[in-house]
């Protein structure tokens, strides 16, 4: 009698929890998966699942709506297009793969889940890709989940509009919104994906009270404006931010002028004019506002003013950058130029700029362009989790990732060998996703180490709020008394951040940057990231 009580308990948990339903029905339909086209066992894929309406016609530049209902079950076997954007060369970019089609009706999302039943709980990683707000999709290979998956969580990509279908502002658009906000429609689709999650991620097996929204590049800086959001609050329990800031702040009313401008470089003198116009005619006008916008709405105010204030969505935060980081414009590389770029650029702070990163020959102006961009994306992490230590009540992680991957021969990145790289921005990617089987690359026992440390750091922390775990390397919360950071190399290591006099200039110059009044700030910015 024992012996059987003990088997009928034994068993009791698994009576109760609903087998994965085939197929699951979600906002609008039925799915059916597909079994992951590698060699795990047990995880299954669904691609191109809607979790928005198609955002043409008269909803481009509005905000998303709610999913078209279907009949039948739709086969979720194959990712959708990517969101509108230029074509990426041939050659410009060794992980090129997922971005072959383009579509305004771009607004899909992926799972990748290891769960047999609906009531597994299981932990939910929610990626946004990068890309600076103009390019890049939820399907590249890069950002398959496969192998985290086997770590026990389910992982969730997705698209958002980006570029002027994502960020454009308009005057129109302001009057036409009950909130008289516009400019933030990218963000609004990140908020409707983690809304989506949060009603149906459980029939995947997944955890809607636990779920860590992570990103790279713009998608990271992206995640900033999201932590600072109140329509934001409560969808997610953790935040992780790679290579990416706080941003920088965009006024409504100045990124209303740079529409109009916009609209009126494509003979377009009203928002209905501009609705009239093709995709393609939007995609190859000029470069508009392509980030977040205090719109009184979506972003009260800017991500930084926001924390500021400790008014964030107060969740474990980690922030970190690699060793040979750098998106976006370079500053000069000779001695004259630089010397102008130093003045133009910190003014009466340009001595002090030259004394921590020194341009007196051409040499040393090459290494301070490569360093300057290197150290802006640190000390934007810095600003970021000193913040939060700051004012918030979660803890904060700072990290450093310095290894470069072992492309392969002939392997291209942006238009450059990748050999000449370095620890280059998204180099840390493929260790992340522990996908180092996706490329034939000559990997050492040191690189497949790398993937399963920061796997599993990652996992760790979606699973706990707190990386650190058996196996892993101490990594203390940021603490402003006795800053450390996680320092990646062949290993990781926790330690005193490198490069402190020029973190020390940089934070310098940012404070007195937000001390310059709005009016003076340029209708459109560059953001942290991109």
């Not at 459980?202 to 932590?227: I, R």
């Not at 497949?448 to 775990?469: D, I, R």
């Amino acid at each position: 009698m024992k012996r059987l009580l003990l088997i009928v308990l034994a068993v009791m948990p698994f009576a109760t929890a609903a087998l994965l339903e085939k197929p699951i029905a979600v906002d609008g339909g039925q799915v059916a998966g597909t079994p992951s086209p590698y060699w795990t066992d047990g995880v299954t894929v669904f691609r191109g699942i809607p979790f928005a309406a198609p955002p043409v016609g008269d909803l481009r530049w509005r905000p998303p709506q709610p999913v078209v209902a279907w009949q039948g079950v739709k086969e979720a076997d194959k990712f959708s297009a990517a969101c509108i954007q230029q074509p990426t060369a041939k050659d410009s970019d060794a992980w090129q793969e997922g971005l072959n089609t383009f579509s305004e009706d771009c607004l899909y999302l992926n799972i990748w889940t290891p769960a047999k039943t609906a009531g597994a709980n299981l932990p939910v990683m929610v990626f946004i890709h990068g890309g600076g707000n103009t390019r890049g999709a939820a399907s590249e290979l890069q950002y398959d989940g496969n192998n985290l998956t086997k770590k026990g969580v389910v992982f969730v990509t997705f698209n958002y509009r980006m570029g002027a279908f994502g960020f454009l502002a308009h005057p129109d658009l302001t009057r036409e919104s009950e909130h008289r906000a516009s400019g933030n429609y990218a963000l609004q689709d990140q908020i409707a994906a983690l809304k989506w999650i949060q009603r149906n991620i459980a029939k995947f097996g997944g955890d809607p009270g636990n779920v860590m929204v992570f990103g790279h590049s713009a998608g990271a800086s992206n995640l900033a404006a999201l932590t600072a959001s109140p329509l934001a609050k409560g969808l997610f329990q953790r935040a992780l931010a790679q290579s990416g800031g706080l941003g920088n702040r965009t006024l409504l009313a100045d990124a209303e002028k740079a529409g109009v401008r916009f609209a009126e470089s494509l003979g377009a003198h009203s928002i209905a004019e501009l609705r009239a116009k093709s995709a393609t005619e939007i995609l190859n006008g000029p470069r508009t506002q392509n980030g977040p916008v205090v719109d009184g709405w979506v972003m009260p105010d800017d991500a930084y003013s926001i924390y500021a204030a400790g008014k964030q969505n107060d969740v474990p935060l980690i922030v970190g950058s690699v060793g040979d980081d750098g998106p976006g414009a370079a500053p000069p590389t000779t001695s004259v130029a630089a010397i102008k770029f130093a003045h133009d650029t910190y003014g009466d702070l340009a001595d002090e700029y030259m004394k921590v990163f020194p341009v007196s020959t051409d040499a040393q102006a090459a290494k301070a362009s490569h360093d300057l961009r290197r150290d802006r994306m640190l000390s934007g992490a810095r600003t970021w989790v000193a913040l939060q230590a700051k004012t918030g009540k979660s803890k904060a992680y700072w990290y450093l990732f310095d290894h470069a991957a072992p492309p392969p021969p002939g392997a291209i990145f942006s238009g450059h060998p990748a050999s000449e790289k370095g620890s280059y921005h998204g180099g840390e990617l493929v260790y992340i996703f522990d996908s180092l089987n996706l490329k034939d690359w000559p990997w050492t026992p040191v690189d497949h180490s790398l993937a399963g440390l920061m796997s599993t750091l990652w996992t760790n922390f979606v699973k706990t709020g707190n990386p650190n775990g058996p196996g892993m390397p101490a990594w203390s919360a940021y603490d402003p008394k006795q800053e450390t950071l996680l320092y990646v190399t062949t290993a990781g290591k926790s330690q005193a951040p490198p490069y402190k006099a020029q973190l020390d200039f940089l934070e310098k110059a940012a404070a007195k940057q937000r001390e310059t009044p709005a009016a003076a700030v340029p209708p459109v910015r560059a953001r942290v990231g991109q």
